[in-house]
């Protein structure tokens, strides 16, 4: 089930809502669980026994590291077991028809593995449990001893199948203990509203802008337009991504969790290096806490720092996708934020705040390009038309119609996209005419997609 | 914000979602929406197998948005903001200016060659084997090429006239009726619907005019048609697309003549006045003409004994032109391929068929509109 749609807000939502607080603390993780089951089933019946599996797994498998914490051996083993099985069940379903695809190009050989479909939030999860199992292996937390307390961490489901990625760490004292109050459920509605209005009224109108440049022949392509197209884009995944986050975050919050932020106004960022820091904020800190710093991060050498920056941001750019076009999104930024580290920091620190900005906001158009366009050859012709504005026409009637179409839209998002939107007072009237709103646009909707379920 | 307030904030929110679920689970369902004019969805089959590949609860979701209480409203408030925020159209409905309302028109190629290929090769087919048949071709276009300067800014308007223009060549044996020359010196006049893809029956007495010449008939005059309003309430397809409710209503004028014609049914063998009064109360009141989908009707003219019969082949836009014609022949023949399950070929040859007309809209004639029954 998807958090933008009638089905989720109207019948699903109440629900849940009204039973959990009905019902004394003591069963509410029990509701949870049943209910995190129930939204899981409802899009993806036939991938809910792969997630109980994991859940099973990673429950026994972090009790055994846990009491063999002492023998090096038996500890490394059960580590190596969490691992193997937590990924190779994501490589399985993410990666196989990529990986056997290479292979059979590479050394010619005809290894006939279909890709299945799939399973939602496996990405997601698949990191979630990781980290269980790591934290207890570094003796920074104990094992959960019950298995539906860790059942309702995994499956919890306004994080479940798109982020922000929630360590264990962080909410095990709520698993057990929450507090409720009226002011943070309104909060958390709040929120929750905010992110909806986000995803149905900007991400998705303004991917009708891209969807609809994506579709042009190149012959009615023009300078303008690409270039219109792919902020449309940049505007989008922001607000579908965080949207959604917002919504987590939101739920998370009536229920008595607190998620960790995961975005940060990415785009007034003044470098790359500074988008990452406030882009996707909790993949970030897991590739920080779980690749980089256990490699040495950049306490070693330069060179094996670089190494470090450039297995994590390959493994970034893996990580969202099964194919070459997101490995080389990764490595395009590996590669700018090792440049900004080392030379152009000092530089870009003497120029003007303006063109930071441009700076960044330039190269992460670029990056779009990659990240949308899995045939490499229309990321190149993408990027031509970008470049050169000779490459087709610099305007044509099409960039016109798209600029009086789509442009106070564009000028709306992109103001909303800065930390201009805090000044806005979310009052309970403004609620309301969000969520009518979001409502009038899901009654007529034909363009709903969640970018982010592919990962 | 205190406690308080926030308690009655989430109680009052709490309950917006509720209201609405309790509303969309209690009320009875409609299985046919009016305002859209099409069927809505079912409650789906709920079965293992349904469940396991997802196809339950995704027919599931699409019955809570169809089904969702007071819909149309919800339709006018999305059309409406979008209107609000300067968007050009909504739902592929250009939003004109003069009240105006336009389908944006994009060329299907491979849909339009094979269309007209079927057309050819029933020409070719005609031509030998029903030579006295006179085979004739009138596409009507949309209204945005006529009152193209109604549309929004920059908005695409591929121009129909070439691919008009074209048929003359590519379709030997038919007598292709310029419709756009035609229409366009009477452009200042109601030719077409403005919240309605359909063209109005002022628009169809224009090219029976001029069909006049090729199908060999004496024309009546403009005045010698009572035209009387029927309607000032009619809201098209158009309307509900673009859902602005402050777009006025569109007025329905027919022409009816002193003969007073009806048709008969030619599979149940009832008859009907060729204008039905009980659509003007329904959304759908374009089916005023002809009783909505007519599929395989008779119009006899007891009035003309010339013997003259008249095969029209056609989509919905006929259903204003051919009371016009049945004026001037004893028969006219109505069939509407689409449920048309006869050999045409078997039909065409046992009747003695003078003319032949092929009518359609041109957004019908861009789209698949399985032709293939031209040649059985």
Known sequence: MVFSSLTFLYLFLPLVLVTYFLFPARYRNFLLLLASLAFYAWGEPRYLFLMLFSTIFDFFIAQLVYRYRQQRLAKRFFVGLSLAVNLGLLGFFKYAGFLSGTLNDVFHLDLAITQLALPIGISFYTFQTLSYTLDVARGQIQPQRSFLKLATYITLFPQLIAGPIVRYADIEDQLSQRTSSWLRSYSGLQRFIIGLGKKVLLANQVGLLWQEVQLLPSSEMSFFTAWLGIIAFGLQIYFDFSGYSDMAIGLGRIFGFDFLENFNFPYISQSISEFWRRWHISLGTWFREYVYIPLGGNRVGRWQEIRNLAIVWFLTGFWHGANWNFILWGLYFGVIIIIEKHFLSQWLQRRSRWLRHLYTLILLAFGWVLFSFEDLSQVWTYSSWLLNPFATTLINQHSLFYLFHFGPLLLVSAILATPLRQKIPMTLPLLIIILLLVTAYLVDASFNPFLYFRF | ?376
Not at chain 2, 228 to 255: L, M, Q
Not at chain 2, 278 to 287: E, K, P
């Open chain 2, 1 to 376: 914000m205190n406690e308080q307030q926030a308690k009655r904030a989430v109680l009052l929110l709490v309950a917006c979602f509720l209201t609405f679920g309790l509303w969309f689970t209690f009320q009875p369902k409609q299985q046919f929406f009016a305002y859209e004019n099409r069927y809505l969805q079912r409650f789906p089959e709920l079965s293992w197998q349904t469940l396991s590949d997802g196809r339950f609860t995704r027919a599931f979701e699409t019955y809570v948005t169809d089904h969702f209480p007071a819909r149309k409203l919800w339709l006018q408030l999305k059309g409406t903001s979008e209107w609000l925020l300067g968007k050009a159209e909504n739902n592929g409905v250009y939003f004109g200016t003069n009240n105006w309302l336009f389908e944006t028109w994009n060329l299907n190629n491979s849909h339009w060659k094979a269309n007209v290929s079927q057309l050819a090769t029933f020409g070719t087919w005609a031509h030998e084997q029903l030579p006295a048949t006179q085979l004739n071709l009138l596409l009507v276009p949309t209204s945005s090429q006529l009152y193209s300067e109604s549309l929004p800014w920059f908005a695409a308007n591929d121009t129909q006239a070439h691919l008009l223009s074209e048929l003359t060549p590519a379709l030997p044996d038919w007598n292709v009726t310029d419709t756009l020359s035609t229409l366009y010196p009477y452009r200042d006049q109601a030719l077409y619907f403005q919240t309605d893809h359909h063209w109005t029956q002022l628009g169809a007495f224009y090219a029976y005019q001029q069909l006049a010449d090729s199908l060999d008939f004496q024309a009546h005059p403009f005045d010698f048609w009572q035209w009387e309003t029927v309607s000032t309430s009619f809201t098209g397809s158009y309307y509900a697309k673009a859902s602005v409710p402050f777009y006025s209503a569109d007025a329905i004028r027919a022409a009816k003549s002193p003969t007073q014609l009806d048709y008969v049914n030619l599979e149940t063998g009832l008859s009907e006045p060729l204008y039905s009064q009980r659509y003007l109360s329904q959304n759908d009141q374009y089916g005023y003409f002809l009783n909505g989908t007519p599929a395989f009707t008779q119009i006899q003219n007891p009035t003309q004994q010339n013997g003259k019969h008249l095969v029209m082949i056609k989509d919905s836009y006929a259903h204003v032109l051919a009371p016009l014609l049945a004026e001037h022949y004893e028969r006219v023949t109505v069939i509407d391929l689409r449920f048309f399950n006869q050999s045409l070929h078997a039909y065409l040859q046992a009747e003695q068929v003078d003319q032949l007309l092929f009518i359609a809209g041109a957004t019908t004639f861009n789209t698949d509109m399985q032709l293939g029954k031209l040649q059985r």
